[in-house]
C-alpha cells in the first residue's frame, strides 16, 4: 500500500524548494525565472533510471498514463483492446475513452490475465493488450508476452500496483511496449495523485509526450508559443509540486516494497497451517506484496473470514468488500464490455478469496491477530 505511510521531512522539503529556489509551478518554461529546478523533468529522469529504461513520461494519474499510452500505438474506434477481468474500472474506461473496444479475458490463479484466454480472444481487431498486476502479483509475463509477439500486438502492462516489482529480473512495467504507473494516494509511491509511462521506443515516447500537452512537440529551437505539432492530443501534464514529491517517494521505493516483503511473509508463516490456498506468484517474478490474497472453500467462508477480521481490528482489501470496482462481470454500467460470457473461471477464484492489506510500518501483533481471526472462522 504504501507510500503515504511515510510522507514526510523529505517530501515538504523538496516541495518547499519549488517555492524557495524557483516558484515555477508548471513543468516548461519561465526559464529565466526558474533558477534551473525542473522537479517533473527530474523526477521522470531518475524514474527512467530506476526502471532502467531510456524514456519516462510523468502524467496526472494511473488512468491518464492509460489513456495516453492508448493513444501513442494510435489506439481508436473500430479496434479492440484485451484486458483482465480483474482490474480497476480505470483500464477498461481509458480503452473507452479511447474509443476502442475493451474486450475482457478470464484471469488463472495469479488473479491476473489468463494466457489462454488471452489467445482465444484475439481477433483481427486487436490492436493492444493490457496486462495488469494487480495487488502487487506480477502477471505470467513471459507467457503473455509471447502471444503478443506470436500476433505482432503491442503490450501495455498497467503497473499500478506493480511499481517496485520484477520479473526475470526485469522492472515491472518495462517487459512490453509501455508501462504506466499510478501515484494515487493508496499506492506504492505517491505523488497525492499522479502517474507515469515508461518507454524503450523513442517514437512511442515522443508521439506520448506530445499527446499529453495538446500535441506540443518541445521543439528546442522554438518557444514555447511557437511550438511545432502534428497532431492534436489533450493536457494530461503533472505539476512541479507532484514532480517534487515524487523524487523524494522514488528513493523510498525500495525500501517500501522491501518492508512489505518482510511484512507480508511474517503473516504468511502464522497462516500457512490453516486450510486456506495462497494466491499463485509466478515463477522467477518478485511481487511488492501490497497484499496477501488467499483463497478459502467458497464465498461464505471468505465473507466469514472478512468479518471475522473486521471484528478483530484487521481490514481486508479489494476482496471480497470492493470487488464489484475491481471485476468486469459486475460492471453494467459499461454495456460496451463483452457480455458473451459470465466469466466463470474468474468468478471462481474471486468469489473465495481475500485480501489482506500489507503495510509498512506494520503494528508486531497483527499476524498473530489475523490468525486468531481466520482460525475462530476455519475451524467453525
Ligand atoms: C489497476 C489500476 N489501473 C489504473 C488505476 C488508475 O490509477 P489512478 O487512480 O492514478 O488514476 C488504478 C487505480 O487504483 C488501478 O488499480
Given at each position: 500500500?504504501?507510500?503515504?505511510?511515510?510522507?514526510?521531512?523529505?517530501?515538504f522539503l523538496e516541495v518547499k524548494s519549488v517555492f524557495d529556489d524557483s516558484g515555477i509551478l508548471f513543468r516548461h518554461s519561465f526559464d529565466n525565472?526558474?533558477?534551473?529546478?525542473?522537479?517533473?523533468?527530474?523526477?521522470?529522469?531518475?524514474?527512467?533510471?530506476?526502471?532502467?529504461?531510456?524514456?519516462?513520461?510523468?502524467?496526472?494519474?494511473?488512468?491518464?498514463?492509460?489513456?495516453?499510452?492508448?493513444?501513442?500505438?494510435?489506439?481508436?474506434?473500430?479496434?479492440?483492446?484485451?484486458?483482465?477481468?480483474?482490474?480497476?474500472?480505470?483500464?477498461?474506461?481509458?480503452i473507452i475513452e479511447s474509443g476502442a473496444k475493451p474486450i475482457i479475458s478470464d484471469i488463472d490463479d495469479t488473479l491476473n490475465m489468463d494466457p489462454?484466454?488471452?489467445?482465444?480472444?484475439?481477433?483481427?481487431?486487436?490492436?493492444?493488450?493490457?496486462?495488469?498486476?494487480?495487488?502487487?502479483?506480477?502477471?505470467?509475463?513471459?507467457?503473455?508476452?509471447?502471444?503478443?509477439?506470436?500476433?505482432?500486438?503491442?503490450?501495455?502492462?498497467?503497473?499500478?500496483?506493480?511499481?517496485?516489482?520484477?520479473?526475470?529480473?526485469?522492472?515491472?512495467?518495462?517487459?512490453?511496449?509501455?508501462?504506466?504507473?499510478?501515484?494515487?494516494?493508496?499506492?506504492?509511491?505517491?505523488?497525492?495523485?499522479?502517474?507515469?509511462?515508461?518507454?524503450?521506443?523513442?517514437?512511442?515516447?515522443?508521439?506520448?509526450?506530445?499527446?499529453?500537452?495538446?500535441?506540443?512537440?518541445?521543439?528546442?529551437?522554438?518557444?514555447?508559443?511557437?511550438?511545432?505539432?502534428?497532431?492534436?492530443?489533450?493536457?494530461?501534464?503533472?505539476?512541479?509540486?507532484?514532480?517534487?514529491?515524487?523524487?523524494?517517494?522514488?528513493?523510498?521505493?525500495?525500501?517500501?516494497?522491501?518492508?512489505?516483503?518482510?511484512?507480508?511473509?511474517?503473516?504468511?508463516?502464522?497462516?500457512?497451517?490453516?486450510?486456506?490456498?495462497?494466491?499463485?506468484?509466478?515463477?522467477?517474478?518478485?511481487?511488492?506484496?501490497?497484499?496477501?490474497?488467499?483463497?478459502?472453500?467458497?464465498?461464505?467462508?471468505?465473507?466469514?473470514?472478512?468479518?471475522?477480521?473486521?471484528?478483530?481490528?484487521?481490514?481486508?482489501?479489494?476482496?471480497?468488500?470492493?470487488?464489484?470496482?475491481?471485476?468486469?462481470?459486475?460492471?453494467?454500467?459499461?454495456?460496451?464490455?463483452?457480455?458473451?460470457?459470465?466469466?466463470?473461471?474468474?468468478?471462481?477464484?474471486?468469489?473465495?478469496?481475500?485480501?489482506?492489506?500489507?503495510?509498512?510500518?506494520?503494528?508486531?501483533?497483527?499476524?498473530?491477530?489475523?490468525?486468531?481471526?481466520?482460525?475462530?472462522?476455519?475451524?467453525?
Open positions: 500500500m504504501p507510500g503515504f505511510e511515510l510522507i514526510g521531512e523529505e517530501e525565472l526558474r533558477n534551473g529546478v525542473f522537479k517533473v523533468k527530474d523526477f521522470e529522469s531518475a524514474f527512467a533510471k530506476r526502471m532502467n529504461v531510456p524514456y519516462a513520461l510523468a502524467v496526472t494519474s494511473g488512468s491518464a498514463a492509460l489513456r495516453v499510452a492508448l493513444a501513442a500505438l494510435n489506439i481508436g474506434r473500430g479496434d479492440e483492446v484485451i484486458t483482465q477481468s480483474f482490474t480497476f474500472v480505470a483500464t477498461a474506461e481509458a489462454n484466454d488471452l489467445e482465444d480472444k484475439i481477433t483481427k481487431n486487436t490492436k493492444a493488450i493490457i496486462v495488469v498486476h494487480m495487488l502487487g502479483t506480477p502477471a505470467r509475463l513471459a507467457q503473455i508476452k509471447s502471444i503478443c509477439d506470436k500476433y505482432g500486438i503491442p503490450m501495455i502492462e498497467d503497473t499500478a500496483w506493480g511499481c517496485g516489482g520484477f520479473y526475470d529480473n526485469i522492472p515491472l512495467g518495462t517487459y512490453g511496449s509501455i508501462g504506466t504507473f499510478s501515484f494515487d494516494f493508496a499506492k506504492t509511491i505517491t505523488t497525492g495523485e499522479g502517474g507515469m509511462l515508461v518507454f524503450k521506443d523513442e517514437k512511442l515516447f515522443k508521439k506520448a509526450a506530445a499527446w499529453h500537452d495538446h500535441g506540443h512537440e518541445n521543439n528546442p529551437s522554438l518557444p514555447r508559443w511557437e511550438d511545432s505539432r502534428s497532431g492534436s492530443g489533450f493536457n494530461y501534464r503533472m505539476m512541479e509540486l507532484q514532480g517534487a514529491i515524487g523524487l523524494a517517494q522514488l528513493e523510498k521505493l525500495d525500501f517500501v516494497v522491501e518492508k512489505q516483503r518482510s511484512n507480508m511473509n511474517l503473516i504468511k508463516s502464522e497462516i500457512s497451517n490453516l486450510d486456506i490456498q495462497f494466491r499463485e506468484v509466478p515463477t522467477g517474478s518478485f511481487e511488492t506484496a501490497d497484499a496477501l490474497v488467499f483463497f478459502t472453500k467458497n464465498n461464505k467462508m471468505a465473507i466469514a473470514c472478512r468479518e471475522s477480521l473486521l471484528a478483530n481490528g484487521v481490514g481486508t482489501k479489494i476482496l471480497p468488500e470492493a470487488i464489484s470496482w475491481h471485476f468486469a462481470g459486475l460492471w453494467e454500467h459499461m454495456p460496451s464490455l463483452n457480455k458473451d460470457k459470465q466469466y466463470e473461471k474468474s468468478l471462481s477464484y474471486l468469489n473465495r478469496a481475500v485480501s489482506i492489506p500489507i503495510t509498512v510500518n506494520m503494528d508486531e501483533k497483527l499476524p498473530s491477530k489475523i490468525k486468531k481471526a481466520l482460525l475462530s472462522v476455519l475451524n467453525s
